[in-house]
């Protein structure tokens, strides 16, 4: 989607995209600080993530495709730093307090798992990618141009993630050589899902949040949290039943609901 120079929804629709730090509104400001110290959290979490994995998938692709996601949201987190520290001290407090935490430490729970296995590698691409990728897609376009024009790349990225994840969910199911490969069937394939969608589901946030009705009210974000996981549940619900699986009960082992 590429970047218009007007705000496209909300309170400023019509008006010129924010360029700078200094034309934000102070409410604006803090929200989209917090959207992207969100944001980057997840990247550089992510990376602690996918690097024992880099290398040790069971073909060729999937070892070298660990070490590109790897690569991406380590690039993606350095460009939500670089977004942070234009805010001046705090912004770059923020991103101080980023580098510092390790895994088990990060502000959203998916992030703090280490994955176990292959199937549990390639169970994250399928769901949290995704999620990501809702995520990215809600702020695409949006009322702040710098964070708008990061987009324009970054959707794509999670976009090939979560394909990545998807195309080999099916693999495991419906290619007896390549589950041979990767020690893991449908069976597995279930037990990850199982694990992996409520924690995928927490990751929009609670359904009343004040926070994500203020980020699309200043054109942030184009939906709330509300609104991005019920869009997120129905395409993972029809992948998860296109793979012959089960989809989880929606409230089973929700923290946030
Ligand atoms: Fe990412
Ligand atoms: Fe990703």
Redesign the pocket.
């Known amino acids: 989607m590429s970047v218009t120079r007007l705000v496209e929804w909300g309170v400023l629709l019509g008006m010129r995209k924010v360029e700078t730090v200094e034309q934000m509104p102070e409410e604006y400001r803090q929200i989209l600080m917090k959207l992207i110290y969100a944001l980057a959290s997840t990247?550089f979490a992510?990376v602690e993530q996918h690097h024992p994995w880099i290398n040790r998938g069971p073909t060729a692709e999937d070892r070298y495709i660990q070490a590109q996601?790897a690569a991406?949201?380590a690039h993606?987190g350095f460009i939500d730093c670089r977004l942070l520290r234009s805010f001046g001290p705090d912004g770059v407090a923020l991103v101080d307090d980023l580098l510092r935490r390790r895994m088990g430490e990060h502000p959203l729970d998916a992030f703090n798992y280490p994955f176990e296995s292959w199937v549990d590698t390639v169970t994250f691409?399928f769901t949290?990618?995704l999620v990501?990728?809702y995520h990215l897609h809600a702020m695409e376009n949006c009322s702040y141009a710098p964070l708008a024009r990061e987009m324009t790349s970054m959707v794509h990225?999670?976009k090939f993630?979560?394909a990545f994840g998807a195309r080999r969910a099916g693999d495991l199911v419906q290619n007896p050589e390549y589950a041979r490969l990767a020690g893991a069937g449908k069976e597995e394939l279930q037990a990850a899902v199982n694990k992996w969608y409520p924690r995928a589901l927490d990751t929009f946030g609670k359904s009343d949040s004040r926070f994500s009705d203020l980020a699309v009210g200043y054109g942030l974000r184009r939906w709330n949290n509300r609104e991005l996981r019920q869009m997120y549940e129905q395409e993972i619900d029809e992948k998860i039943r296109g793979l012959g699986l089960e989809v989880p009960p929606e409230h089973l082992n929700r923290k946030i609901l």
Request: charged content about 40%; some cysteine; overall charge negative.
């Open positions: 990247e992510s996601i991406d949201e993606q691409c949290m990618d990501a990728w990225e999670e993630h979560a």
